[in-house]
């Protein structure tokens, strides 16, 4: 049984469809990767499985719950977590405030009034250690470098502890050495974490990935293992043609 | 406990003691002036009260001055009522009005006045926010929206004359009554009446502040869909504030009402809402201290030169207000945090240059 099950979805700007029936399911535990040339609508996708878009048609299923028309709030309550394509960390806040916004189990107004804001701090050591900022803790998030703010974005996604990560690009402008680390962290989280990596690096994706799915024109084009799709045909024309 | 903490109860001390001990001692104990500094300690609760939304959330609330307002004629309605005894309020009957209206009955206890001047205030604030808030309205349209209802309220206030006195407010107040004490507001005791008000509102201010609330307002306040994407339900978040600042906008109205000892619908008036804003702005709105501060220093600065000055003290208040916007956006308390870091940053280099660098480098994270 999958553990998030996206059926016939579609979404039109305008007159562009961007999201087109696409249909596939994502099981407990997955690393899923969504691959496919630019403008192909992955990040619309994240966006409709999220709630940052609202869909014309179709179903997102989580967890035997439809969520498509839920808030997008009400999703992130559910167990959905999101990452963008662009680094959006809180730039005024420290790394220790950033992770303690992001750790969100209980989103109540009654529990917030009820702790102080840096409850939960020693709660973040692993996560920062992981992540390398342990000794950044205090620093404002607008002060780290951009390698730093991606790790902190990670470290937040840790916080949150979502069932379901949706990851867009995670490791755009990354070094080698700093992707591999970020493929170590990923396998660690998909022993509790389903997660739907959309990726251009093809070595991460090599390393990541359960299984691939390639989306060309908003529709879903291919879907099977690294050997498979890289053997595949109709991605081959679709990432030339392009 | 965090270095910001530590900062704001040392600046929470310090205030204190020049409120309970420098103030009525620099006064040399005069009833008339205590009386007035009592004044300003009542809308320093104000301006706090919107430093925790404007500054805190990123809500500028123009209307601050109708919930200041909804307090401060609660409080006047009891006292009228009791300065009155069994006939019907002198207003009243000018107005043709012969039965005391309903709105009017219950202000008969203290109780019902007390609580209604906080929570009617809260209510109305809080419906106002969430129909804002639920349709994501942000920025700029919050603070028309505001203050299109500040005027909108006033309008309502001045026109029902026989309910609310008009144009004239409710004057002719008995003074008022608490258990065991009958409350003379040119006294030292009702001074600190007013000081531990203040005192009261700034640390409920800071404990806001410093809350995982405070904290979760201050991402709304950056970005506000990152932060319904942790599962935060911002517009809920929002109205909270809206209706904590709007209960602390009526009791600073409540004890405006026993400093002055009437209600007059100028306390609806867009001036004054944007009188709230400025002392804010200049005290620093980042901060419900700061902005306290601000009150007062420019409350204090206007009874010392509207004196000398009177026609050109609103044109000095507002090319203050364009000068601290334009070269001091965090008002004082941002001034005073920029000056403590060149400062420490220039000590910091002298001791570099001694010492190992290192060492400088820690000092400055530590800031
Ligand atoms: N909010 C929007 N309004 C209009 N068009 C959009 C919007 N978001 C995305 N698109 C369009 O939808 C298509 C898919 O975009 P996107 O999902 O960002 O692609 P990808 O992430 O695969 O590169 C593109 O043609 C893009 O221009
Ligand atoms: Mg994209």
């Known amino acids: ?242 | 406990m965090t270095t910001r903490l530590f900062y704001d109860l040392a600046g929470l001390a310090l205030f204190a003691v020049v409120i309970v001990l420098g103030v009525p001692a620099l006064m040399g104990f005069d009833a008339f002036e205590l009386n007035t500094f009592a004044r300003y300690l009542a809308l320093a609760i104000v301006a706090l009260a919107l430093a925790l939304s404007w500054g805190g959330a990123g809500l500028l609330n123009l209307g601050q001055a109708a919930t200041f307002g909804m307090g401060s004629y609660a409080m006047a309605m009891h006292l009228k009522l009791k300065a009155s005894g069994d006939a019907l309020p002198d207003f009243m009957g000018w107005n043709n009005v012969s039965e005391l209206p309903l709105i009017w009955v219950p202000f008969h206890s203290l109780a019902f006045t007390l609580i209604a001047g906080l929570l009617v205030p809260a209510f109305i604030g809080g419906l106002i926010a969430i129909f804002m808030f639920r349709a994501r309205i942000a920025g700029v349209f919050v603070a028309i929206i505001t203050l299109a209802f500040l005027v909108a309220f006033q309008l309502v206030v001045i026109e029902q004359q026989g309910i609310t006195g008009g144009q004239n407010g409710l004057t002719g107040l008995a003074p008022l009554e608490l258990p065991g004490w009958s409350v003379d507001t040119y006294s030292l005791s009702f001074y600190y009446l007013a000081a531990g008000c203040l005192m009261l509102a700034i640390t409920l201010g800071l404990y806001i502040t410093h809350s995982k609330f405070g904290l979760i307002l201050r991402a709304i306040r950056e970005d506000a869909d990152r932060t319904r994407f942790f599962g935060y339900n911002v517009a809920n978040y929002q109205t909270a504030i809206f209706c904590i600042s709007a209960a602390l906008a009526g009791w600073a109205g409540m004890l405006y009402t026993l400093v002055l000892e009437f209600a007059s619908p100028t306390y609806m008036s867009v001036s004054f809402s944007l009188a709230i804003v400025i002392w804010c702005a200049v005290g620093g709105r980042d901060s419900v201290l700061a902005a306290a501060v601000g009150a007062i220093l420019v409350n204090l600065l206007e009874g010392k030169l509207s004196d000398i000055y009177v026609e050109g003290w609103n044109l000095m208040l507002g090319v203050t207000f364009v000068l601290v916007v334009m070269f001091m956006p965090r008002g004082l308390h941002g001034l005073l945090g920029d000056l403590t870091n060149l400062f420490r940053r220039g000590a910091g280099k002298r001791r570099g240059n001694r010492s190992a660098p290192t060492q400088t480098a820690k000092t400055g994270q530590e800031l």
């Open chain 1, 1 to 242: 049984m999958s553990h998030l099950q996206v059926t016939d979805l579609r979404v039109d700007f305008g007159g562009l469809r961007a999201v087109d029936g696409l249909t596939f399911g994502v099981k407990k535990g997955e690393i899923l990767c969504l691959l496919g040339p630019n403008g192909a609508g992955k990040s619309t996708t994240l966006d409709l499985i999220c709630g940052k878009t609202q869909p014309t048609g179709g179903s997102v299923r989580f967890e035997d719950v439809e969520i498509s028309r839920m808030f997008e709030f009400e999703r992130a309550r559910r167990g959905v977590g999101r990452k963008f394509q662009v680094p959006s960390v809180y730039k005024e806040l420290t790394v220790a405030e950033n992770l303690a916004v992001a750790q969100s189990r209980k989103p109540g107004i009654w529990h917030a009034l009820t702790r102080l804001s840096h409850s939960g701090r020693d709660r973040f050591e692993p996560i920062l250690e992981k992540v390398g900022l342990e000794k950044r803790a205090d620093v404002v998030a607008g002060n780290l470098s951009h390698g730093e703010t991606q790790w902190l974005e990670i470290a937040m996604l840790i916080a949150q502890d979502s069932r379901l990560i949706l990851m867009d690009e995670p490791t755009a402008g990354m070094t080698i050495q700093e992707t591999a680390r970020t493929a170590e962290i990923f396998r660690t989280l998909s022993k509790s974490h389903t997660l739907i990596v959309v990726e251009h690096d093809m070595s991460f994706v090599r390393t990541v990935a359960d299984r691939i799915i390639v989306m060309n024109r908003g529709a879903l084009l291919a879907e099977g293992s690294i050997t498979e799709i890289e053997a595949n045909e109709d991605v081959k024309t679709a990432y030339l043609g392009h």
